[in-house]
């Protein structure tokens, strides 16, 4: 049978790959490689880093892939998602039988934790599901980037006692502000921070987060909302791409001791 290692590797900074993860590195045979286009060719270069750093094992084997992109036009986000993942498995199962053979294994280096908005763990358990190739699999966790969030601006989490949502930029306003007094927003491309009128909400935004060209901001969401959109909009420009992620926060610790 064959083995995938599916290894969390932090999300920018090679400080954040863990030993268990350079230790699958070097169990693997094989290990695969993502390219995602001229326009992340900067998060590539993350895992080339990480690869040059850390795979001592000289007889690893490094197979590249081209990640489709997924649809969008004529089809909900749901179903362009399902299509999507179905299109990558089918690329996955081909690289296992070119370039797997049974009874080795080979390791996917996936950003931050892989049990975090990444379809690595479901697209893997669609290749088992086909029954074309058998196989087994292991998680390694990484460093997700709601902790680089909170480690570079040196905040908690959760205020005392209290429950965090974490949800997408497209599905904010239902959940801020109102169930949760800290919201984590993820995969944001329409800076949904900016169309909420509250007073009392704080923001801790980051953007390239771990790398060298992080930028952070935090306030009053009032207060920042337009500095974070235009930085942001600047920084994507000179980049290409961005990857940026927010806490927002209502209310105190023990504001509700009684
Ligand atoms: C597809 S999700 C992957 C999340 C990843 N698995 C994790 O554990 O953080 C991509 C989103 O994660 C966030 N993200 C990942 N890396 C980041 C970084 N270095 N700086 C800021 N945001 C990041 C952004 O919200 C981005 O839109």
Known sequence: MRHIHIVGIGTGNP????VQAINA???????FIPSKG?????????RKDICERYVTNNAVRFIGYDVPSRRTADRSYVQGVDEWHEEISAIYERLFL???PDNESAAFLVWGDPSLYDSTLRIIERVVARRKVALDYNIIPGITSIQALTASHRIPLNLVGKPVQVTTGRRLAESFPGVAETAVVMLDGEQAFSKIDDPDAYIYWGAYLGTKDEIIIAGRLADVSER????????????GWIMDIYLLRKGRDFDDRT
Not at 15 to 18: D, F, L, N
Request: glycine share 0%; net charge negative; charged share 30%.
């Open 15 to 18: 400080e954040h790959v863990t």
């Open 25 to 31: 590195l070097n169990a693997a045979n094989v290990i």
């Open 38 to 46: 001229a326009a992340k060719a900067e998060l590539a270069d993350v």
């Open 98 to 100: 070119d370039h797997l």
């Open 228 to 239: 974070i959109v235009s930085t942001r909009e600047e920084a994507r420009e000179r980049h």
